[in-house]
């Protein structure tokens, strides 16, 4: 069965929320996703199969974080579906390879995969995505021993950056400074409208801070926090990359 999108968007922003004519891509994204559904549930498995890859292959904005490897993936299922089985053990072979998917299980079980069952491919897919499920958990128990923190104080500990800020911090084009305020870390230009503001943007994190454990009913919080802060005009003069057009993005919550 397919994967159905349930695309979380979680940007702050100083000025607004996300504006369709400032993400074509995305919206491009969404809309070849949503079309790709729509067929899929209208049994037109082969246009279905091909609209999935071309939602796969948009390069959205950086910022925001689609999941490609479900476009792949429901690919493989309408294309096995179709009767079209090179295209599907292609998509296979891809999230396998490429995508290093993990989800074993869940393709064994998927009922859209019966008719590849019996090809001599199947089972070279399945050991492919099972070696990375094996390497996907002692990547996950390294990764807990090594960031485990035993609970002897009240220090503000930052974990490692994800990978949606790394495509920001650790571009040599977009240089940052930062300072930490609370719980946050503040990444920011120091050519930024963010940077002449510093101030009043503390406050608002604080205060946005205090609503948001009120409302969890949470005493304290000590996990750290990523705030980056840019001028997306100024960056995209100076970067040939697209950035979001937003004020700021929140990584590490």
């Known amino acids: 069965m397919k994967v159905v999108q349930f695309i979380l968007l979680f940007f702050y922003s100083c000025t607004g ?109 399945l050991a492919q995505i099972s070696s990375n499920q094996e390497r996907a958990r002692k990547m996950e128990v390294r990764y807990a021993e090594r960031t485990r923190v035993p609970d002897i104080n009240d220090d503000v500990v930052f974990y490692p950056l994800d990978n949606f800020a790394k495509q920001y911090l650790q571009v040599d084009t977009m240089p940052f400074l930062s300072v930490n305020h609370e719980i946050f870390r503040i990444y920011f230009s120091g050519d930024s409208y963010a940077a002449n503001h510093l101030e009043e943007i503390k406050r608002e994190l604080s205060a946005a801070l205090q609503r948001a454990l009120s409302i969890l009913h949470i005493e304290h919080y000590n996990r750290g926090i990523n705030i980056l802060l840019y001028n997306s005009v100024e960056d995209d003069e100076t970067d040939d990359r697209h950035t979001c057009t937003g004020r700021g993005c929140i990584s590490g919550a």
């Open 17 to 125: 929320v996300l504006a369709q004519s400032g993400f074509p891509q995305y919206y491009r994204y969404i809309d070849l996703a949503h079309q790709a559904d729509t067929l899929y549930q209208a049994g037109q498995y082969g246009r279905a199969a091909s609209t999935y890859i071309l939602a796969s292959q948009v390069e959205v904005e950086r910022g925001i974080e689609v999941a490609k490897a479900d476009m792949v993936y429901n690919a493989a299922c309408s294309y096995a579906l179709a009767g079209q089985k090179k295209e599907a053990f292609e998509c296979l072979n891809v999230l396998g390879q490429e995508y290093g998917y993990t989800e074993a299980e869940r393709m064994q079980t998927d009922a859209d995969f019966v008719s590849l069952n019996r090809d001599p491919q199947w089972n070279k897919v």
